[in-house]
């Protein structure tokens, strides 16, 4: 009950994100139903599945149009052994400053973020978009152990960069209110969802390579390529 709950969660950390771009509640996360013609594998259905496999890592399935790009469809399924890996991560990245990732035996309510946060994470390239290794560069020392503004705005730009934890953060700050674990996607995804998916009924290109433009500059939108760092708007 508590992992889906914090499925849920995840997946619809994005519905604020959207809604920006002119989409309200865009994402609707729903129980299977218990219509007997109900197929969780339909090709054309989106779903969220439990595994008992002894995998520790969420693995997600995305079907596009190859002739257009459209999503089609997206399987996400998280394994049995999820807490392995949350367990693994956090004991040298984030046990020190939050000590309920301290020790072997996590609680369920420290799972669950993780959870939530690695969820949102899937659910960006469930989305379309591409990992961003430049995220994490976008805010100053000072900002990511700032309250106010990691309350705010998060510690990196982009959740595709894939760090789940505050890595800036010290003994003391989660208690002074500092973000240790990603919470909400970043700037540069709003932006990456406002450029994707926006309706534009004329001009499109030149719309959107004016909407680059204004970007030109902006740490916070700069763009890291896996293979390679490669920053470019």
Not at 24 to 32: D, G, Q
Not at 38 to 53: E, G, M, N
Not at 70 to 75: L, P
Not at 116 to 122: E, I
Request: hydrophobic letters at 35%; one cysteine or more; glycine letters at 6%.
């Amino acid at each position: 009950e508590s992992w889906a709950e914090a499925i849920r969660k995840g997946i619809e950390k994005w519905n604020p994100t959207f809604e920006k771009a002119g989409f309200k509640n865009a994402i609707r996360v729903e129980s299977f139903p218990a219509d007997r013609d109900f197929r969780s594998d339909d090709p054309l259905t989106s779903s969220i599945v439990f595994s008992a496999s002894t995998g520790n890592a969420i693995a997600l399935r995305r079907l596009a149009d190859p002739r257009t790009g459209e999503i089609m469809s997206i399987q996400m399924t998280v394994p049995r052994d999820f807490a392995n890996s949350v367990r693994q991560e956090a004991v040298y990245s984030i046990a020190n400053t939050d000590r309920r990732y301290a020790g072997y035996y996590l609680s369920d309510e420290a799972v669950c973020e993780a959870l939530t946060a690695k969820v949102m994470q899937k659910m960006a390239t469930a989305l379309g978009l591409a990992p961003n290794l430049a995220g994490s560069a976008a805010y100053s020392t000072e900002q990511l152990r700032d309250p106010e503004f990691t309350q705010e705005n998060g510690f990196t730009a982009s959740v595709t960069d894939d760090v789940l934890f505050n890595y800036a953060a010290r003994p003391g700050d989660r208690e002074r209110g500092v973000a240790t674990i990603i919470d909400k996607p970043g700037i540069y995804d709003e932006f990456a969802i406002k450029w994707l998916y926006t309706p534009l009924a004329e001009n499109e290109e030149e719309t959107l390579d004016e909407w680059l433009s204004e970007k030109t500059g902006d740490h916070r939108f700069f763009y890291g390529k896996r293979n390679g760092i490669s920053y470019a708007v």
